[in-house]
């Protein structure tokens, strides 16, 4: 069965830097766009990056772009969000997220928390 475990996450002051990796398995790794999401207390999950199997295109959300990074390793089937320039209000849970034929499949989520 498909199963994605983020890690990575934790607390980081303003300024600072995070890498978030998801791990994939029970799916064709490589055949899929992966993605991380967030969701903020009292907020509703919203997109924040995406990357194509290949990894050669990469879409972000404005309130991340130029910031973040996402990257994957098919070798490894991981993918990676590099967090950098950190504001208190990139405070969130992170989730990894992969769409396959149309039923989206969730980890647990990593918290990332980032103190002003």
């Known amino acids: 069965q498909v199963r994605l475990v983020e890690s990575g996450g934790g607390l980081v002051q303003s300024g600072g830097s995070l890498r978030l990796s998801c791990a994939a398995s029970g799916f064709t790794f490589s055949s899929y766009f992966m993605k991380w999401y967030r969701q903020a207390p009292g907020k509703e999950r919203e997109f924040v990056a995406q990357?194509?199997?290949?990894?050669?295109?990469?879409d972000y959300s404005d309130s991340v772009k130029g910031r973040f990074t996402i990257s994957r390793d098919n070798f490894r089937n991981s993918v990676y969000l590099q967090m950098n320039s950190l504001k208190p209000e990139d405070t969130a849970i992170y989730f990894c997220?992969?769409?396959?034929?149309?039923?989206?499949?969730w980890g647990q989520g990593t918290q990332v928390t980032v103190s002003s």
């Open positions: 990357i194509s199997g290949g990894g050669e295109g990469t």
């Open positions: 997220n992969v769409p396959i034929y149309g039923r989206n499949y």
